[in-house]
């Protein structure tokens, strides 16, 4: 059988994908919910991509107290690199929205477009690579945490303590990773 091509389907998935088949069993009231959702996620990248290219390119938004003016703006103000990766090691690593350390501060800015209240304790991982990967003490930096998310601006100066702790978390369970794959276990 020769089988039809289709090649500019490549590297994507349908919404109504076989290997994810749970859409069989739903309502037409929660396929229409699962819809929006994935629908504002996709958004949500794009406006992300938006703002990386705002800030690269040091172009401002019109002056409002909307999320993404707040984010872009403020992150051009404090010269902050914009997605930028911070590794430990293949078991953890991530990409912070805005970054930047001066003098002594670190700050992390993450921009949320969803509507369901974003945790601070992302930033605090991300915080805790940072120190991991430049190895510097949270006990000697000042750190200071932003969340832009709803047209809000939630700022969180997290305890050196529990970043530290998060530090050892990351090394440990980095270490358990190693050692499950070293007997096989992946």
């Known amino acids: ?29 929660k396929l229409a919910d699962r819809y929006v959702t994935a629908r504002a996620a996709q958004k949500g990248v794009e406006l992300h ?9 040091g172009i401002r938004l019109p002056e409002a107290p909307t999320t993404l003016s707040q984010y872009v703006n403020d992150a051009i103000g404090f010269k902050m690199a914009t997605e930028q990766p911070l590794y430990f090691s293949d078991n953890c690593y ?10 002594g501060l670190l700050r992390i800015h993450d921009l949320k477009t969803g509507v369901v209240e974003a945790s601070h304790h992302q930033l605090e991982v ?32 997290p305890f050196p303590e529990t970043i530290a702790m998060i530090m050892e978390k990351i090394v440990t369970f980095d270490q358990q ?6 007997k096989g276990a992946w």
């Open 1 to 29: 059988m020769n089988f039809n091509e289709h090649s500019g389907l490549a590297g994507k998935h349908a919404f109504l994908s076989p290997s994810n088949y749970h859409w069989i069993n739903y309502s037409e009231a």
């Open 49 to 57: 991509a938006f703002a990386h290219e705002a800030i690269r390119l």
């Open 177 to 182: 990773i190693e050692e499950l794959k070293m």
């Open 126 to 157: 991300y915080a805790a690579l940072f120190c991991l990967e430049y190895i510097i003490s949270p006990h000697e930096i000042d750190i200071e945490l932003r969340i832009y998310q709803n047209d809000n601006i939630r700022v969180f100066v």
């Open 94 to 103: 991530g990409h912070s929205d805005a970054i930047c350390f001066r003098q």
